[in-house]
Nanobody, 125 residues
Framework: QVQLVESGGGLVQAGGSLRLSCAAS????????MAWFRQAPGEEREFVAG????????YYGGSMEGRFTISRDNAKNTVNLQMNSLKPEDTAVYFC??????????????????WGQGTQVTVSS
C-alpha cells in the first residue's frame, strides 16, 4: 500500500508562485510513476503533470506547459510541483497520484492506483 500526503497549497495572488510537495510512504518511490491532477468545483479531474519512475521523462497538461515544473527526489521519497505565473483558473484542489502500472505513467487518471487527500490552491485576481 502507498500513502501520499500533499502539502504546500494556499492562497496566492495572480502571477505568484507556489510549490507543492507530495510525501510518499509504503513503497520505494523509484518503483512508482507519479503525477499531479487537479479538480475545481463542478469540474472533472484534470491532468497537471507527470513524471517517470526515474525522473527522466516529464510531461504536462496543455495550459500548464511552461509555467509548472514537476520534479522528484527518490532518495527523499518526495515529488514536487513548482507552479509559477499562477492564474485564477488554476484554482483547484491538487492531488498527488502514483502508479506501478508503467514506467512513465499517463495523463489518464484511471491509470493511477494511489491518491493523496489533496491540497487546496486558490489564486486571487
Amino acid at each position: 500500500q502507498v500513502q501520499l500526503v500533499e502539502s504546500g497549497g494556499g492562497l496566492v495572488q495572480a502571477g505568484g508562485s507556489l510549490r507543492l510537495s507530495c510525501a510518499a510512504s509504503g513503497r520505494t518511490l523509484s518503483n512508482l510513476a507519479m503525477a499531479w491532477f487537479r479538480q475545481a468545483p463542478g469540474e472533472e479531474r484534470e491532468f497537471v503533470a507527470g513524471i517517470s519512475r526515474s525522473g527522466g521523462t516529464s510531461y504536462y497538461g496543455g495550459s500548464m506547459e511552461g509555467r509548472f515544473t514537476i520534479s522528484r527526489d527518490n532518495a527523499k521519497n518526495t515529488v514536487n510541483l513548482q507552479m509559477n505565473s499562477l492564474k485564477p483558473e488554476d484554482t483547484a484542489v491538487y492531488f498527488c497520484s502514483a502508479t506501478m502500472q508503467s514506467h512513465d505513467g499517463s495523463s489518464y487518471h484511471g491509470h493511477y492506483d494511489y491518491w493523496g487527500q489533496g491540497t487546496q490552491v486558490t489564486v486571487s485576481s
